[in-house]
């Protein structure tokens, strides 16, 4: 019981500091000394240190030798690289159990579109980002590849930095989550694996298209390849 805690208290401290840096609370360039956020958290040194290091795994923080922890801008080319990650491994995922996906994964996900069809209200960002993440998870987890999901997971902050850096188009979010997801959903409903895995690498960089244009960097400049085909 006592190491659930431990990794409770973990998490928690992660998603403050991550929160600090996404709202610019913590700028890039800024200096991060473990003492004073754990003053600030009131916990102790341990759950920050290793909370920086996941933070270091998203790309929001970076260790200079002999100098320390330092915010990091977050770059196109990294929301580029965990969106690619992240399609890929899901679209393993349907690989490995050749697109056949079981009725109560299936029910799950519909429950949560019927979550993300329900909200309204802008104000409840949080939950936009947390039915996204668990959407896709179903994905990844249908493959019964602990390793594999680890791996996808290990990528979920990047999501959300990317969502909270598209603040701007958080209205655009709330009402097309579901028509967006739904379109993925239905298509695992076909089991044709060659037309998921387009649908899926489709939909991430649909994103990173958006996200370019929304950070005026032309699509057509970025200098990786964006029109994936399957």
Not at 132 to 150: G, M, P, Q
Not at 178 to 185: E, G, P, W
């Amino acid at each position: 019981m006592a190491k659930i805690m431990r990794q409770t208290l973990r998490e928690q401290v992660t998603q403050a500091i991550r929160i600090k840096l996404l709202t610019g609370e913590l700028k890039p360039g800024t200096r991060i000394v473990e003492q004073d956020i754990a003053q600030d958290l009131g916990v102790s040194r341990g759950p920050v240190r290793e909370a920086l290091r996941q933070i270091e795994q998203e790309g929001l923080v970076e260790y200079s030798s002999h100098v320390g922890c330092f915010a990091k801008d977050y770059t196109a080319q990294d929301v580029y690289e965990v969106y690619l990650l992240r399609a890929n491994l899901e679209i393993l995922s349907v690989k490995m159990c050749e697109g056949i996906f079981s009725s109560e994964t299936l029910e799950n996900m519909e429950e949560i579109l019927n979550r993300m069809e329900s909200i309204k209200d802008v104000e409840r960002f949080d939950e936009i980002i947390d039915n996204d993440n668990e959407f896709h998870a179903c994905i990844v987890k249908e493959s019964k590849l602990k390793r594999l999901y680890t791996l996808w997971d290990s990528m979920s902050g990047g999501n959300t930095i990317v969502f909270y850096r598209g603040a701007g188009r958080s209205e655009y979010v709330v009402h097309n989550q579901y028509h967006i997801h739904r379109k993925v959903l239905d298509t695992l409903k076909t089991g044709d694996v060659q037309k998921i895995s387009a649908v899926l690498i489709n939909h991430y960089m649909e994103t990173i298209r958006d996200y370019l244009v929304q950070h005026k960097t032309s699509p057509e400049e970025f200098p990786y390849k964006i029109n994936i085909e399957f």
